[in-house]
């Protein structure tokens, strides 16, 4: 629809009150659905990703834990560096 046509419409609308309010009624349902179905998504990635942040701090745990090695195992060079 060009400009003027929409502009027409619009015009033509708001001289009919039961008519504009009739269509502000439905825009404002439609947008609460869009609305929540982008909150729903938001909040699923929302989810997944602090999901992915806990298991990748456990994961990190563990490997700290089980890639360490007791104080006195661990070789030494001349310096006295473990590198």
Same mark, same amino acid.
């Given at each position: 629809?060009? /400009?003027?046509? /929409? ?13 504009? /309010? ?9 947008? +609460?659905?869009?609305? +929540? ?14 999901? +992915? ?26 310096? +006295?560096?473990?590198?």
């Amino acid at each position: 629809m060009s /400009y003027p046509q /929409y502009e027409t419409a619009m015009r033509t609308m708001m001289k009919d009150l039961d008519y504009l /309010y009739t269509s502000i009624v439905q825009d404002i349902f439609h947008l +609460g659905k869009v609305l +929540g179905k982008k909150y729903k998504l938001i909040r699923l990635a929302y989810n997944i990703f602090m999901l +992915g942040i806990i298991a990748s701090v456990v994961a990190f745990s563990i490997a700290v834990i089980f890639n360490s090695a007791p104080a006195e195992t661990v070789i030494k060079n001349s310096a +006295g560096s473990p590198f």
